[in-house]
């Protein structure tokens, strides 16, 4: 079994990893974007993909969902790619992201 060092703050248990296609416009302003989400708290991992124009991320869902992610990207000008399978992704992020939320929060109520 493989043992990985994650960052402060990040639990295995709700690690998610996001992968998300950026356009091709967005390459002159990514690097400061990247450097600022690689800076929030929850996060394990950011890299970006020029030659896919692709984002790939690991983060603690119980501490940042895809949309802090998004509003980093969009403070530095990234557009997210506009076609329906990203959409679709995205949708289907927020959705996991707060069922993860929503779980850390629920107490159990099994006294097995």
Known sequence: MSHHDHRPGVSQA?????SLKVTSEASRYIA??????????GLDGV??????HKLHLAYDAKRLCIDDIEAVLARHGV???AGRWNR???????????????NARQKPWSCH
Not at 14 to 18: A, E, G
Not at 88 to 102: A, C, M, S, T
Request: glycine share 2%; proline share 3%.
């Open 88 to 102: 679709i992704k995205e949708d289907y992020y927020r959705f996991i992201d707060q069922n993860v939320k929503d």
């Open 32 to 41: 400061a974007a990247v450097t600022e989400i690689d800076a929030l708290s």
């Open 79 to 81: 557009d997210i790619g």
């Open 14 to 18: 709700s690690l998610v990893t996001r």
């Open 47 to 52: 890299t970006y993909d020029p030659q896919h």
